[in-house]
């Protein structure tokens, strides 16, 4: 089992013999510690080994961590072929760039109802949160050193041409690494022993931000980062952001479904405790101060002055007031707080590590203020053969939906009684021009992308519907 440690230390192994969620859970946090550890400023992804464990997570610190010196999906994908390969070595930009106001950015996902199709979140202080797509160095060197007739894995051709290879010995197609540890050896499409980036498998991060308080008086208690946000057809607006939400993909060996960790801020919400919100239930920890109320609810609301929500929980809005136009009776304008709930409570076991993870933390570690909400992990991990189709195996993930739904509110708000990471992800598909659209939304147009099986030609038999090894990615960054 992973014990948890007060190091820089990225778990790169999930051993069969120690398949239990308090053994997920504990992986979880040890990657947490490693990722949002100060990043190397001359080697991006990796750790400072300069930093001491006493500075982790100091307030008012907005250098970047690990995580946010991997390189964001978008740059990934709008680099041409030429600039690709080098995008991982260019220079991260000081302040960070956020546009999307749903998690997959430009998605309309109107297959898997995530909270993608054009909907926000709105906190207390009337601005939605913020979101962004990481790759770390292994996923991003699979994606730009598997090449086909000058194609890599950024364009349609490239990823088509990878998902329908053969492959040696069941091995190859479309299958991101999982690193190098306990012997195992990642593959090209092509099925050749190939090492990537750093040999410590593929790892997707999905980060939510909230704008904080200029007078600085919330930092305290966040991870913070200096950024530019912009809404829909709005203005550039620059603002300390607030870690609000945060997801871990990581694929290693044992757990070819990959581990699948989710955490938030604790002052995000209350738990819904079937239409009564409750306070979460958390362990103690003497280094927290009192709560300055809920993110992303208001105790006090009034449903006579709530005109557009009406104070019901977790109610997405419909179509979006235009910025800078006047609004029409029937929009949503982004300004609009929201009233939103935990439906799953945490369950004990995730409580009883993040107790244990608040106790080695520094005592003004702004990371004393999150929590792990849960881990999926594959039970019973199944190989990705060459030419898989969608759906794939779930690897008998674990916790299944039939036990409890795994969901982050900040990342799966709209879906909480719905649907777990694999119940989408099983279904990702690569990149297809087939489901891109272009749409106006709030007066600008933007490429929208169909998250639902592509569309076939009349009496075609020669479009396999592949899959992108549960990387949503593919789907909605491909646009060439």
Not at 100 to 126: H, Y
Not at 388 to 409: E, K, R
Not at 428 to 455: D, E, F, H, T, Y
Request: hydrophobic share 30%; aromatic share 10%.
């Amino acid at each position: 089992m992973t014990q948890v440690q007060p190091k820089p230390i990225l778990p790169t192994y999930f051993s069969a013999a120690s398949k239990n969620q308090i053994a997920a859970d504990c992986f979880a946090w040890q990657e947490f510690i490693y990722l949002n550890w100060k990043a190397d400023p001359k080697v991006s992804g990796t750790p400072d080994a300069n930093t001491p464990w006493s500075s982790f997570g100091m307030p008012g610190d907005t250098s970047a961590t690990v995580w946010e010196s991997f390189l964001s999906a978008s740059q990934a994908f709008t680099r041409s072929d030429a600039r690709a390969k080098s995008a991982w070595h260019d220079k991260r930009p000081s302040t960070k760039m956020l546009f999307n106001v749903s998690k997959l950015g430009d998605a309309v996902l109107e297959n898997i109802g995530q909270a993608g199709n054009g909907k926000w979140i709105t906190d207390q202080r009337g601005v939605p949160a913020f979101y962004e797509i990481l790759l770390n160095e292994d996923e991003y060197a699979y994606i730009t050193t598997n090449v086909f007739d000058d194609s890599d894995l950024t364009t349609f051709a490239g990823q088509r041409a990878c998902a329908s290879q053969q492959g040696q010995g069941g091995r190859g197609g479309f299958n991101l690494p999982a690193g190098n540890a306990q012997g195992n050896t990642d593959v090209d499409c092509k099925g050749k022993v190939t090492t990537y980036g750093q040999g410590v498998g593929a790892i997707e991060i999905k980060a939510a931000w909230v704008a904080l308080p200029s007078d600085g008086s919330l930092n305290y208690r966040y991870k913070t980062t200096l950024a530019e946000y912009t809404l829909p057809g709005g203005k550039p607006v620059q603002a300390t952001m607030g870690l609000v939400g945060l997801h871990i993909i990581h694929k290693v060996p044992g757990a070819n479904q990959f581990v699948w960790a989710t955490f938030e801020q604790i002052d995000n919400d209350p738990d819904d405790n079937n239409g009564n919100p409750v306070a979460p239930t958390l362990p103690r920890n003497p280094n927290q101060k009192p709560p300055p109320g809920y993110t992303f609810f208001n105790t006090n609301c009034n449903p006579q002055t709530d005109i557009y929500y009406r104070c019901k929980p977790n109610t997405p809005p419909g179509d979006a007031c235009p910025i800078g136009k006047p609004s029409t009776p029937d929009c949503f304008p982004y300004s609009a707080p929201m009233q939103i709930t935990r439906i799953t409570p945490v369950d004990s076991q995730a409580n009883s590590v993040t107790d244990y993870a608040w106790k080695i933390l520094p005592a003004d570690s702004v990371f004393n203020y999150y929590r792990l909400i849960d881990v999926q992990w594959p039970n019973s991990p199944q190989p990705v053969p060459p030419q898989s189709t969608v759906p794939l195996s779930t690897g008998d993930i674990t916790p299944s939906s039939a036990s409890h739904i795994v969901a982050n509110t900040t990342l799966e708000t709209y879906l909480q009684t719905q649907k777990s990471c694999m119940d989408c992800h099983q279904s990702a598909r690569i990149g297809n021009p087939s489901q891109q659209i272009m749409a106006k939304v709030a007066g600008r147009r933007l490429r929208r992308v169909l998250v639902a099986p592509p569309k076939v030609r009349m009496g075609a038999t020669d479009n396999p519907d592949y899959a992108s090894d549960y990387s949503f990615v593919f789907t909605v960054e491909t646009n060439r």
